[in-house]
């Protein structure tokens, strides 16, 4: 029903509808990032498969059942967990979540792979146009195909809410002003 699924993970396929999200998981996907996966998936099609527990409770890969689901996909291949330990399953589902978050970019590194990629795919990667203008600068319109200059993302402010001890704001205020004086132009607070 228009899924597309890894050859090689064809025989893990089942019924979508055996599936279902673990109403305990406290990993919340939002509409970005649903976008995100269901554009991957419409993409490149589902290339690992989503874990569940025997009842078909997905304990990894929530979002993608949910993308998958907004796709209209009757199928979604699925490994079993391996155990009937509820705590260990449990804390996979956690460290699933939480492993992806403690990893941290190479950002020269990126921008090199993401130089170069044809406009369709480099638009599904999952950055925004202003954060690719930020990763990428003039690198990206030297690439053959690149997206154009995102002029209406000009000015586009992202916000984060951080706690910090006396001591460590005032360090963080002087590497902003740092990171001003370094890039004019290209960094407003």
Partial sequence: MGEK??????????????????PRNARRHGERDLGTIAASLALHGQQKPVVALRDG???AGSGTLEAARSLGW???AA???????AARAAAYAVVDNRSAELSEWDFD???AGL???????????GFSPGELDALLGERRWEAPGALPPAEPFRGQ????????????AVEVERALADLRDR???RVEF
């Fill in 5 to 22: 699924i890894n050859p090689d993970l064809a025989p893990l396929a089942r019924p979508i509808d055996t599936l279902r999200a673990d």
């Fill in 57 to 59: 409770t997905v304990i």
């Fill in 74 to 76: 009757g199928r979604l």
């Fill in 79 to 85: 490994v079993l967990f391996d155990g009937e330990d």
């Fill in 109 to 111: 590194a990126l921008a």
């Fill in 115 to 125: 130089v170069g990629l044809p406009a369709e795919l480099l638009s599904s990667v």
């Fill in 157 to 168: 402010r992202s916000f984060s809410v951080v706690a910090l001890d006396r001591e460590a």
């Fill in 183 to 185: 890039m004019p132009g």
